[in-house]
């Protein structure tokens, strides 16, 4: 059964970076399509950027190209998502998805929720 | 275009069936996937692909496209399917995904 763990809570300053990890149990990232998204408190789900780990090479939204970083470790079978220049509106639960928009069933992680405040 | 649209709302009683739809250019050429999120929980996937329902998925859900609509229909909808519906495919580039708004359901 895939598992998709991401790292815990975070709060954080204005102006500072988060890093939020995405680690699979009972499978291997390495050649899935991992993505990440994210939920601001009553809104929708807006994608943000993905990564094939066995390629490395990561693709992002424009909204957030430049700003964003999408590594992986196929080594620790673990993703990474580092978002910087955070500000109140990035406040919101980040997840991590395997494969979507891919012909394979999609696996999404439990969420974690990042606060920024000044 | 990138965009991908839902009605808000819809409201369906309970036994009955409810079709959702999601519209966009991208869904010529991508199928969308369908996943219901309940308050305060991550995601679930429930079809993908032409029309499959991953491993859980009870068979009341079913996805169709046409054209560039795709829909997710409920059939004998159930109290404990009341939840955001959100489609997702990729967009005119194929490079990058999209979600749809999401569609709130309501079963009375």
């Known amino acids: 059964q895939v598992q998709l763990v991401q790292s815990g809570a975070e709060v954080k300053t204005t102006g500072s970076s988060v890093k939020v990890s995405c680690k699979a149990s009972?499978?291997?990232?390495?050649?899935?399509?991992i993505s990440w998204v994210r939920q601001a408190p009553g809104q929708g789900l807006e994608w943000m950027g993905g990564?094939?780990?066995?390629?490395?090479?990561?693709y992002y939204s424009q909204k957030f190209q430049g700003r964003m970083t999408i590594t992986a470790d196929k080594f620790a079978n673990t993703a990474y998502m580092e978002l910087n220049s955070l500000t109140s509106e990035d406040t919101a639960v980040y997840f991590c998805?395997?494969?979507?928009?891919?012909?394979?069933?999609?696996?999404w992680g439990q969420g974690t929720l990042v606060t920024v405040s000044s | 275009s990138s965009e991908l649209t839902q009605d808000p709302a819809v409201s369906v009683a309970l036994g009955q069936t409810v079709k959702i739809t999601c519209q966009g250019d991208?869904?010529?050429?991508?199928?969308a996937s369908w996943h219901q999120q309940k308050p305060g929980q991550a995601p679930v996937l429930v079809i993908y692909?032409?029309?499959t329902r991953p491993s859980g998925i009870p068979d009341r859900f079913s996805g169709s496209r046409s054209g560039k609509i795709a829909s997710l229909t409920i059939t004998g909808a159930q109290a404990e399917d009341e939840a955001d519906y959100y489609c997702?495919?990729?967009?005119?580039?194929?490079?990058?995904?999209?979600f749809g708004p999401g569609t709130k359901v309501t079963v009375l």
């Open positions: 998805a395997r494969d979507l928009g891919t012909m394979r069933p999609a696996y």
């Open positions: 009972g499978d291997t990232l390495n050649s899935y399509d």
């Open positions: 990564i094939i780990p066995i390629f490395g090479r990561p």
């Open positions: 991208s869904l010529r050429d991508f199928y």
């Open positions: 692909g032409e029309n």
């Open positions: 997702n495919s990729r967009d005119g580039s194929g490079d990058r995904r999209v």
